[in-house]
C-alpha cells in the first residue's frame, strides 16, 4: 500500500486548502482512513477519519471547519480545510490500514502512512 498526498501549501490565516491522498493497494477500501498532523515540537495528533462503511470522526480542534470525504471508487481522501488558523500549521499525514473496533478507527503498527504534505497557516 501506497499514500500519496497532495494539496499543502503556504496560506494565510483564514482561508481554505484542500488536501488530496491518494492510495494504492486492493484491500484499502476495506479499512478506516485518515488525516494526522504533526507540528514543530509536537507528537503527532489525529484529526479525522473516514471509516469503511461511512462513519466519521473528527478531533475537537477542528470540528465545523474541516471536512473529510472518501472515493473508494478512486482511492482518495481528501481534507477540505477552511477557517484556517496558525494552529493549524503542521505536516499533515494520509493514514490507512485502521482497525474498526465497533466504536472507533485504531491505526496500529501495521496501519499505513504517507510522507506528508506540510500546510503553513501565517
Do not use: H
Not at 78 to 102: F, H, K, P, R, V
Amino acid at each position: 500500500v501506497q499514500l500519496v498526498e497532495s494539496g499543502g501549501g503556504s496560506v494565510q490565516v483564514g482561508v481554505s486548502l484542500r488536501l488530496s491522498c491518494a492510495a494504492s493497494g486492493s484491500t484499502i477500501n476495506d479499512y478506516c482512513m485518515a488525516w494526522f498532523r504533526q507540528a514543530p515540537g509536537k507528537e503527532r495528533e489525529f484529526i479525522s477519519y473516514f471509516a469503511r462503511m461511512g462513519t466519521t470522526k473528527y478531533a475537537d480542534s477542528v470540528k465545523g471547519r474541516f471536512t473529510i470525504s472518501r472515493d473508494n471508487a478512486e482511492k482518495t481522501l481528501t481534507l477540505q480545510m477552511n477557517s484556517l488558523n496558525s494552529e493549524d500549521t503542521a505536516l499533515y499525514y494520509c493514514a490507512a490500514g485502521g482497525i474498526w473496533t465497533g466504536r472507533n478507527c485504531v491505526f496500529a503498527s501495521g496501519s499505513y502512512w504517507g510522507q506528508g504534505t506540510q500546510v503553513t497557516v501565517s
